[in-house]
């Protein structure tokens, strides 16, 4: 109980003497204000004071502006493109009349450096001669030497066309007749494999015979073309010519991907569709070998099959 009653009379002192400091400094606040309201020279003295920190805050502020002004036109004159010299209100270039004004053609005001219709209808006018002009008869020799050279040009184009119709194809062979015949007998008995393979849909085994018989070592398409090159006879000739190029074209049609967008393994009616298909080219390319084979000489051809056989 004593130390409860200590602890609040203590309390009671602290707090009496807070009271009467804050009084006392109030008192001196009013007094001291009472005294500058009291005397015109305090009052004059803090009005002047005043004034003089807004006078400067107002100089300061006056400086900043014009200090924000200059920087912010420098950027503006940076931003902008140079004009290389020129006036920024010269036109260079007018868009609608191609006017050019102290461009570097040299046009003025009012004038265009291109070439108007009417001055190139004047141009080519002036730099031809008219029917109006007088001009000198054509001579004797001048008429020779144009009809010289006339006949010489039609000539020259007949002697191009005759050119052009000669057949290109035939080659002079390099070896004998039989030893051609008896790659074209070979291809002719391969195509009953190649059919076999088709039918019974074996697709690799087709394409690997293909390969065989369309390159190396076959070479089906120059062996027919050096056989076709014996015959003398220019009809024959052409005729053969023709069926070894279209037995060769059937061949290579026997192979469905290299005609058909197709990328995966046909089944079902499309692969019915494509095993006729090529069936039907391997049996024309075999009637084309057939009739090739009828145009060339017997014995080269018996000779051929008994090197077969051999």
Do not use: H
């Not at 036109?73 to 609608?96: A, C, F, I, M, N």
């Not at 035939?170 to 015949?181: I, Q, V």
Request: overall charge neutral; charged content about 35%; some cysteine.
């Amino acid at each position: 109980k004593q130390v409860v009653a200590m602890w609040t009379t203590t309390s009671r002192v602290v707090s009496r003497t807070a009271r009467c400091t804050w009084t006392d400094e109030r008192k001196t606040r009013e007094r001291k204000a009472s005294k500058v309201r009291s005397n015109p020279e305090n009052r004059s003295s803090l009005d002047e004071d005043v004034l003089e920190r807004l006078r400067k805050a107002e100089e300061e502020a006056a400086t900043l502006r014009e200090q924000l002004q200059k920087t912010q036109q420098d950027r503006r004159d940076s931003s902008e493109s140079p004009t290389w010299g020129l006036d920024p209100k010269q036109r260079v270039d007018e868009r609608t009349t191609y006017i050019r004004e102290g461009g570097f053609l040299g046009g003025g005001k009012g004038k265009t450096p291109w070439l108007q219709e009417s001055q190139l209808a004047e141009f080519l006018a002036s730099g031809g001669p008219s029917e109006a002009e007088k001009t000198e008869p054509v001579t004797d020799e001048e008429k020779a030497t144009v009809n010289r050279r006339l006949f010489g040009g039609i000539a020259l184009s007949a002697g191009a066309i005759a050119f052009a119709l000669v057949p290109l194809g035939k080659k002079k062979p390099m070896k004998p007749l039989y030893f051609y015949l008896t790659a074209v007998l070979i291809t002719r008995s391969a195509l009953e494999e190649l059919e076999e393979d088709v039918e019974n849909v074996r697709w690799e085994d087709a394409r690997s015979l293909l390969e065989r018989l369309l390159g190396p070592p076959n070479n089906i398409k120059s062996n027919l073309l050096s056989a076709a090159g014996y015959l003398e006879d220019k009809k024959a000739y052409r005729k053969a010519d023709a069926l070894a190029r279209d037995a060769v074209e059937y061949l290579e049609e026997v192979d469905y991907t290299k005609y058909f967008d197709n990328r995966v393994v046909p089944a079902g009616k499309q692969e019915r569709e494509f095993v006729a298909f090529s069936k039907k080219c391997i049996r024309a390319a075999s009637s084309k070998l057939d009739e090739f084979l009828s145009l060339m000489p017997r014995d080269a051809v018996e000779a051929a099959r008994a090197t077969i056989e051999a």
